[in-house]
């Protein structure tokens, strides 16, 4: 089969509607011991017992490689379909999981936000609110991310049994509780905001259990998924999108990264479910005609601390994220922040590239829509997409 150009593939991906894939680590994963500074002195300097075995790690360039346990994504990375941007972060970084977490989910370190910059961004793309899946997180609760007043998001914690009443078996109890429960959220005159909103929060709901009733039913796919929890969710997600209901953004998580101690099993396991769950997604998505259309964001609220304790690592700054996809140029984004104490803030890596500056490429160039407003402010683009 003829391989497409550049400019033929963003035509193909402009008559698909793009989508954004996000995979949050949650715990703040280990910079250092993600894309490692292999040549570098001060690396085994400052984690004498949790460091990376030189040997081991997959290279990409004279300088830096990747965790052993990133077959897949390195995979990728060979094929140029990688964008590592390293020292990434905001300034004043705070090493609280909670704020941190918040702070990239709103998009602003200042001050407290309740609007998630996912969340504005589809109030951007479909301002009328006439799709309820235009956000769906596959996990359990909803990431402030993508909260947003009048925008309809979904949160599916397993495909196969989502909806109402799933554990109800028998038909008429299930029937007669539905029945009730549209009587409670159907439409009403003269109802208070907080009835209005209930009533809306209702309907979208069984508006979106009966559109997601039917995707697995369409699912046929040649690609075994790894067997973990993220892999599972990402299958999820392969699914709603091949089913074409609209949905612009899909949400999960994996974790924890949080590695004070025993870091070195416990990480390795975390990136071979990561990356083989990646993996697993891109060629499905790419199988089913889905690949130049599709953009993968990875990304963990923090680093850890430059030098180890022993065993594991602590709170730090200066992370790494990943942009992954057909359509991405892949290759090393940003300056890998300097080991030398020197350099260092209290004892973490400099972050040197904002966050926000990620936000407004997705943003501006994946989904066209204004990013100033979304990510409170402006910041210089990497220019990460092909189309």
Not at 30 to 42: R, S
Not at 167 to 175: A, E, G, I, K, M
Not at 276 to 298: C, K, P, Q
Not at 363 to 374: A, G, K, T, Y
Request: net charge negative; charged share 25%.
């Amino acid at each position: 089969m003829q391989k497409l150009s550049s400019k033929e593939r963003c035509v193909i991906a402009k008559v698909n509607e793009k989508k954004l894939v996000v995979v949050q680590l949650s715990g703040g994963n280990d910079a250092l011991n993600t894309v490692i500074p292999y040549n570098d002195g001060d690396y085994y300097d400052n984690r004498p017992q949790v460091h990376i075995d030189p040997d081991k790690a997959l290279k990409l360039d004279a300088n830096l490689a990747m965790n052993p346990s990133m077959t897949a994504i390195k995979r990728l990375w060979d094929e140029g379909k990688v964008a590592v941007i390293n020292g990434i972060g905001y300034p004043e970084p705070n090493r609280s999981h909670f704020r941190s977490m918040d702070i990239w989910h709103t998009a602003e370190p200042t001050k407290v936000l309740t609007e998630g910059w996912i969340g504005k961004a589809l109030r951007e793309l479909d301002p009328k609110s006439e799709n309820v899946l235009g956000g769906i997180n596959f996990g359990r609760g909803l990431p402030r991310a993508m909260s947003c007043p009048g925008v309809p998001v979904a949160s599916v914690g397993n495909l196969d049994t989502y909806g109402l009443f799933p554990s109800v078996s028998d038909l008429q109890d299930r029937n007669d509780l539905l029945n009730v429960f549209s009587q409670m959220y159907g439409g009403a005159q003269g109802r208070d905001a907080v009835s209005e909103f209930l009533s809306q929060t209702g309907e979208d709901a069984m508006v979106g259990a009966d559109i997601l009733r039917e995707a697995p039913n369409k699912y046929s796919s040649s690609v075994e998924y790894a067997a973990n929890p993220l892999a599972n969710s990402l299958r999820d997600a392969a699914r709603v999108m091949f089913s074409d209901v609209g949905t612009k953004v899909f949400y999960t998580q994996h974790g924890s990264f949080d590695t004070h101690g025993g870091e070195l099993p416990v990480h390795s396991k975390l990136w071979d479910d990561v990356s083989s769950s990646i993996g697993d997604f891109v060629d499905d998505v790419r199988e089913h005609g889905y690949g130049d259309s599709t953009a993968i964001l990875v990304f963990s609220e923090f680093g850890r601390r430059v030098k180890d304790n022993g065993s594991g690592t602590d709170h730090g700054s200066g992370g790494v994220a990943f942009l992954i996809g057909e359509s991405v140029k892949g290759g090393l984004y940003g300056q890998y922040p300097s080991l030398k104490e020197s350099n260092q803030l209290n004892g973490d890596l400099c972050a040197n590239n904002d966050f926000r500056s990620v936000y407004t490429d997705i943003l501006e160039d994946w989904f066209q829509v204004d990013s100033v407003p979304i990510v409170n402010g402006t910041f210089e683009k990497f220019d990460f997409f092909e189309c």
